[in-house]
């Protein structure tokens, strides 16, 4: 009677992903919204009156428009007479490059890894779309075949092995919101990523200044990525998000453990009641995260961890405080 009433009872699913998602982000923006706020009051008094300094894109020259703004390369090159727009000064353009590659689908802590990026999106989103700012984000689920630019009011980008998405940078906390839907909804494939790749893809096209902000594990060999993050530096302010889980760092003693490859689907399986193998798996941790941290550091990129097993919100707290003081003692680092 006990097998036959395990066999008829139905067995409960999983809520959809996009229900989850829309869960996650409710109770993420509660907790931004509580903590978060007011740590950069005063940092963008919001749209200044008037034109402003930065240089935006060429349109056509129109009576009445202000003749020192000509753009004369494009009116060379076109024959037709455009001026140069102007953004205002303290309108902050943020870009999200978001690694959810196999590897982040990973987690023995509190959270997965995948969801602390999602987390850590959120913040920043959160920090930066006041004051008429815009965001946008480019998103890698492994391989390296790029995806056009779409919209991504409506829902998740597409999904698929090697898939490489840009979304728009938009102003506005309705658009914004829509972005973190985005990426909240997307799915992780199979295969490696390419890290490199993805943090170029916000080197090309080139960008007015602003602020870049990168989230991954850092797994992938630095040189893969350091060249690209050193690019990256050159024109804007960046900021390195790494997210970590304690078991990428130590093994614990639970004798044979199985363990899978997620990038590539290698089976190992690890003694782990040999102490001498978890001293040389925790030896071999921490020279992997001392290359990482080298790479940041010489890319001139801030440098932020987050783990699985911790508040990831009340380190990011404390990383914008500390980011704050540092400016006003003068110090950018």
């Known amino acids: 009677m006990a097998r036959a009433a395990a066999v008829t009872s139905p067995t409960p699913r999983p809520a959809p992903l996009a229900d989850r998602s829309e869960a996650v982000l409710s109770r993420l923006q509660l907790l931004v919204t509580r903590k978060l706020d007011g740590l950069l009051q005063g940092d963008y008094a919001g749209l200044l009156p008037g034109p402003g300094s930065e240089a935006g894109e060429s349109r056509e020259y129109r009576a009445g428009d202000d003749v020192r703004r000509m753009d004369w390369p494009v009116t060379a090159r076109t024959t037709t ?13 943020t870009w999200l490059a978001l690694d959810l590659s196999a590897s982040l689908d990973f987690g023995t802590g509190q959270w997965l890894k995948r969801e602390v990026v999602v987390a850590a999106a959120a913040a920043i989103t959160h920090l930066t779309v006041r004051g008429g700012n815009r965001i946008g984000a480019v998103i890698g689920t492994g391989g390296g075949v790029s995806a056009p630019a779409r919209r991504w009011r409506g829902g998740p980008p597409p999904a698929g092995p090697g898939v490489l998405t840009r979304l728009p940078a938009r102003s506005g906390r309705k658009e914004a919101q829509g972005l973190l839907r985005a990426v909240a909804g997307t799915a992780i494939q199979p295969g490696r990523g390419d890290l490199g790749a993805l943090i170029e893809m916000l080197n090309r096209p080139p960008r007015r200044r602003g602020v870049a902000v990168v989230v991954s594990d850092f797994l992938a060999p630095a040189e893969q990525w350091a060249r690209p993050m050193r690019k990256l530096r050159v024109r804007h302010d960046v900021l390195a998000i790494e997210v ?73 707290v404390r990383f914008v405080a500390a980011q704050r003081h540092a400016r006003t003692r003068g110090t950018t680092r």
């Open 81 to 93: 007479p455009h001026v140069r727009r102007t953004v205002a000064d303290r309108e902050l353009e």
């Open 244 to 316: 970590v889980d304690p078991r990428e760092l130590e093994l614990p003693d639970v004798g044979v453990l199985p363990v899978v490859d997620p990038e590539s689907g290698e089976l190992h399986e690890v003694q782990t009641a040999d102490p001498r193998l978890r001293q040389r798996y925790a030896d071999a941790a921490a020279a992997q995260r001392a290359t990482i941290a080298a790479a940041l550091r010489g890319a001139g990129a801030a440098h932020l961890r987050l783990r699985t097993d911790r508040d990831w919100l009340l380190d990011m």
